[in-house]
């Protein structure tokens, strides 16, 4: 216990849970952006695997990180244009577009990173790059605050953007109301002349271009490879804390960032020795939970009206 | 059959051509000898008794996991939950396979029955949840693959794991316990027998009972359901667990049926299939037969390929995805769609 | 040569599933007049309205705007031609307030965000204008039915609409209401707007237009002055043929009480008291009628009954039982009939045939289940007995019922909830969209269950029916019932009228004679 209590409370274990709760930002902007519109995105896992992908094969081919994020980002928003085309147009069933994304990318990426890298497993043989880290001069050096918020990669910083941006976005801004509106009613949307394909087309490649971001992450921040069915769940995980924060971009950041500490937890306990097997579903036992304690709540305070 | 029924065959056959033409372009664009490998991968799983018993013996878990998929899409559930509970009740299912000493028939039965007991049993999480609160069943399902997986490896590491053994192995099931091989020269299980009798009695328990009328009207409209009286919480409550108790009962019969031991050590991968399939089965029981071997077809002809040529047999997941996006399509083909109809009635 | 502001000429609506929506239709409008659209369900009304807002294409025809032809590929064309339209159901974001509704798709901006503040004067401008009071900064959902009218008016307004089409405008609104929403149109007339009056109510047509296009089975019947058609024309060419729609109600029997609601009350979960002190009972062998502009607590009260929301206060009994402490599972196994508000919500499995549609009330009883499979056989021959009886016009009892028409549709919950010998029956706008002869086959089915001992509690919003059909009749307000009448003789519209404003109440007395 004690070892444990040790182990929580340092700099290096807050570091940590920013640094885990990085792609859960991201993908969960991106749950939150596209459910707003009325098309919930469940490709979200799919997606970041498919820019983890990009980012380090791109980044490879051109030896620039700053490519392969463009790269990690492009990939991922044509994954979401197929799917509004199929979804929007084709009138394909948005669950099941969402399914037929997540196969596509958990085969798809297998199948290419086999071809470029002659293996199933990782890329390690392929000396793709990582974005930098920032060491943010003055703040970096306050005592025990200090380590917790400089130093990390780029990517970090910029998903607490994306929050802001998302925030911003949808209740400030025309293509907000758009986006609103085509979500709570579509109609009212339509008869004021706002295109209701178009405006969840534009939310469902917003969804995308944060999943490239967080994908992104993974493979060229988080690790500096990409492996086999790296994102690990953190899109399911995304789409969990989106609907406990109730669609709203604040809340939704506020329930990523408790899955992210189960995530560092569970990172940390491993080094206790506690049998990795169990301690790896750590994570998603408390999306489990939260989810569940959620949805009680949410049941009972219905009854009681 | 009504021209409405016959136009969407005919969409799904168009669908599955597509798919095959987009795996010709793939070889095509991958392999030295692309003519060959496309010969390889249409023909060559027809050309031996051996190849065909492998499209056999691998449909029989497809053909679990699509029934079980189709009962959940027929009620408008998208628990995506197969896999976890595939790998949990073999895990499980293998204590009873290596350990207790029952005789000749009883010993697979009794692990068949644990595994579909334990997939029953662990598929109320997602079930109760959602039937009581809400809870999204899609999520917590997925979140319950990865708990299993974790918990299932625990078993196999501590208490199932042969140590006599290099891999990551558990010990040798009895040889009692195996299902009995019953076309020579294959590898054929009894395991497919019982893979088609499920499926009649899920046809049977779909169409023509009460209980799959009371399934098929919440899938419908669950208000509608709920305003008729049915109790829409106890039906996807026993969805879940008729599902659970299908895919659970498909895990265990993979085990003794192909294997000798428990030896999965990352998911089976039969969750998505499952929902594939269903969808190409238009979620018919006895349909998700006929495209589990047509997957099986797919699946052992990208074998094939690979064995050949280069080519990494995840091609399949590709060609999987765009028969999702195809059939679940309702305006593909539907300028023709009112031609079709019209025909038909001017008749 | 009469110089139209706007013509129609010849145009044919097919829809994909053969379903001929308009057929040679010839419509026009006259600059600054007030044109009414009249037929009846189903006629093919809104569907002309559609072609004309640029919600549908023709199928053939051609549509000429101030002596150019035009083709409106969305509403955004049509919007941007002048043409705007106020839909039946309400077109509103309710999260939003009412200026956010009124300035979405052209919002003032201040950089990149929404300028707010100018939305608000901007409402607040042309609200003045038009002299339609709405209060900019109020969250659409608070908002009572008669003022998200206005913003709907107002929001067509705001983008230069110089002709509007108002559908069905006078469906939700009490007669009084409804005379204010006229001096509107009549003040938008003299400012030289164009106004299209979409409606089936023969009365209110007489009073508000100058022009009178009849509409019947998808094509024009005829296009006349006001003021020279009398309301007998005007129905007759309605209904094509004299349509004898009158009941007969023989003298009531009362017999035992078959709903009895005690003292009922209920706050909803946005702390609104929905019904308060509710007490009325039901006896057998009687139509019992609620009128009520909707929005006064009726659909709670039904929800009640019906197990959709928990009761706390007061009870509810059925045939003697308490929905305390029944669920809805046991309300169904006695006999108890439910025609719901929102026939596509919950009236229907669309996907599914008509025979499985016909026996979701009764799945598992004796007569189609024998304990495990049902009785297909036994299932199909009582659909095809309904059909019959209630004249469902379809392919057989496997077609789906979502591809049926309003009215058939309806048909099938009617005779699925009334085929039983239900002893309770609930309806609930029974007749809402469907054409005159479904009304009047579903009319005449509850009458007969009346005349066979039912207890028949009727809630519609259509007051012709309800004083067609009720022994006695009820007036809801405000959650409360503020009027009984003990006879429908003599009662008319304008009477109840003032009782569903609100604004005349009957005396404490008479109103506990609605428990009797």
New interface residues.
Partial sequence: MNAFMKLIFTSDFFYSIFRVTTPLLFASMGAVLSDVAGVPNIALEGMMLIAAFAGMYFSYVFNSALMGLLFAVLFAVAAAAVMAFFTLYYKTNIILGGIAINSLASGGTIFFLYLVAHDKGTSVSLASKVLPNINIPLIGDIPILGPVISGHNVLTYVAVLAVLFTWYLLKKTPLGYHLRAVGEKKEAADSVGISVIRTQTIALLLSGLMCGFGGAFMSMGYVSWFSRDMISGRGWIALAAEAMGMQHPLGTAATSLLFGVADALSNAVATLGWPSDLVKTIPYCATLAGLAIFSIRAYRKNKNA | M?RERSFNMIRTAVSMLVAILVAFVIILI?SDQPVESIKIFLVMPFSSGSYLGNIVETAVPLIFSGLAMAVMFKANL?N?GGEGIFFIAGAVGSFVAIWPKFPSVLAPLAAIVVGALVGMVVMM?PGG?KA?????E???S???N??L???G??LL??LLRDPGMASLVSYKYRKKALLANIVPGTRIHAGFLIAVLCAVLVY?FMY???WG??I??TG??A?????????VAKVILIVHMVAGAIAGAGGIIECIGLHKRFEWTALPGYG?DG??IA?LAGNNPLGVIGAAFFVSYLRIGADLVNRSS?I?T?????L???I??LI?????LHKY??RWI?KGEKK | MENYLLEMKDIAKIYGNGIVANEAVNFNLKKGEVHALVGENGAGKSTLMKILFGMEAPSSGTVTLKGEPVRFSSSKDAIAHGIGMVHQHFMLVESFTAAQNIILGMEPKKGFSVNEEEAVRFTEEISKKYNLEVDARAVTRTLPVGIKQKIEILKALARGAEILILDEPTAVLTPQETDQLFEELTNLKQQGHTIVFISHKIPEIKKISDRITVMRAGKTVGCRNTEDVTEKEISSMIMGCEMDTTIIRTPCKRGDVGIAVDKVSYIDKNGVQALKDFSFSVRQGMVFGIAGVQGNGQVELIDLMTKKRGLKNGDIRLNGESVKKMSIQDIRKMQFGYVPEDRIEQGIAGHESIEENMISNRYSTKEFCNKILLNYKKIAEFAKKNIESYEIRCSGGKHLVGMLSGGNMQKVVVARECSHEPKVLIAEQPTRGVDVGAAHIIHKKIMELRDEGCAVLLVSADLSEVLKLSDVVAVMYEGEIVAFFEETEGLNEEKLGLFMLGLERHDEGQIRRAVQ
């Fill in positions: 009504s991958v998208f995506l999480v949840l009581k609160y809400g809870a999204n899609m999520v917590t997925l979140m319950m990865n708990i997986l974790g918990v490896l625990y590491n501590n049977l023509k009972s009460k009328y009371e098929r009207m419908n409209n208000k509608f359901a709920s305003y008729s009286g049915i109790n998505f929902a594939m969808m280069d990494p995840e091609m399949i997941a590709i999987q995805s765009i999702i996006l679940s399509a309702e305006r593909f769609r009112q019209e």
